[in-house]
């Protein structure tokens, strides 16, 4: 197995938004706002090459949208999907999987691209499986009024109409051991219903794909939850669940979101659960 972080764009958001109740005076010391009030945020996504299978977990925001919904988020740098796979000899028609932790807009708009004229869609990764569950599907297609913004029907739709589009076994209880693709999964519905985080075997490490359960390293503190959660006291205990086990058994935990801390540990402390090392993606990934 060979792992690979997929740079595919990033953004910024409201610090105020990303850090809910948490004070700026706090929160400004780990992820510091511009005059704007907004913080870097990252869209790192993560290549699994094994055997003939080629797994992209979750795909950016795309490039599909309006020049006025980009102007909303602020986007800078010059990373995309195709070129970060090319850095790695790899092209979007060789992904034989897509894996969406959420159909979010910045986690799913960049496996639906605009067709040639225009006039319709296609799927970015034209010989891939997509997948999801059933829940987080069924939760997506009939939003609630706070999310509903954030689940847009071209990213969704096109997918099922291509009929691409599998769903993921769910477990009884939030984990389940070796999923259709092969690793662990981690369910948690504090963010949305049933997102989904991947934990990968690697090389005798456990690599966990944190998604928005810790969007960035300063969420690590357990009240450090984002205000566009739908369930921000089940995310709280979500966390301290899955950060102890995180900690007990030494997982690296792979930053989505995090514009400038790649993968990190975490260690116990007489505070709880905090910050242990910082890696670049280079460094665990080989």
């Known amino acids: ?27 400004n010391k780990t992820n510091p706002a511009d005059q704007n009030n907004l913080i870097d945020i990252g869209a790192r996504l993560l290549l699994i090459e094994e055997g003939n299978k ?37 092209h979007p028609d060789d992904i034989t999987d897509v894996f969406l932790t959420h159909l979010h807009f910045d986690h799913v708009g960049g496996a639906v691209n605009w067709n ?21 599907w069924e939760w997506a297609v009939k939003p609630n009024a706070r999310e509903k913004a ?10 099922q109409e291509s009929g691409a589009l599998n769903y993921i076994k769910r477990p009884e209880g939030d984990y389940l051991s070796n999923c259709e693709l092969g690793f662990d999964i981690f369910f948690a519905d504090g963010h949305t219903e049933k997102q989904m ?18 969007p960035t390293a300063g969420h690590i503190p357990l009240p450090y939850v984002m205000g566009y959660d739908t369930r921000p006291l089940l995310t709280l205990s979500e966390k301290e669940k899955f950060l102890t086990r995180a900690t007990d058994e030494n997982w690296y935990l792979f930053l989505e979101h995090d514009a400038h801390n790649e993968i990190i540990t975490v260690k116990h402390t007489e505070k709880g659960v905090r910050l242990n090392e ?8 080989i």
């Open 1 to 27: 197995m060979k792992l690979y972080a997929i740079e595919s764009g990033n953004f910024k958001l409201d610090g105020g938004a990303m850090f809910g109740v948490v004070p700026k005076v706090i929160w």
């Open 197 to 214: 985080i991947p934990i990968i075997n690697f090389n005798g490490k456990k690599i966990a794909f944190m998604a928005d359960l810790l």
């Open 150 to 159: 954030s689940f847009l029907t071209e990213n969704i739709i096109p997918i």
């Open 116 to 136: 040639k004229d225009k006039t319709g869609y296609i799927n970015a990764f034209k010989n891939a499986q997509y997948w999801t569950n059933d829940k987080h």
């Open 54 to 90: 080629l797994i992209l977990i979750d795909t950016g925001m795309g490039n599909k949208q309006s020049d006025k919904f980009f102007g909303y988020y602020s986007l800078w740098g010059d990373d995309s999907i195709e070129r970060s796979l090319s850095k790695h000899n790899f």
């Open 278 to 285: 910082v890696y670049r993606a280079s460094d665990i990934l």
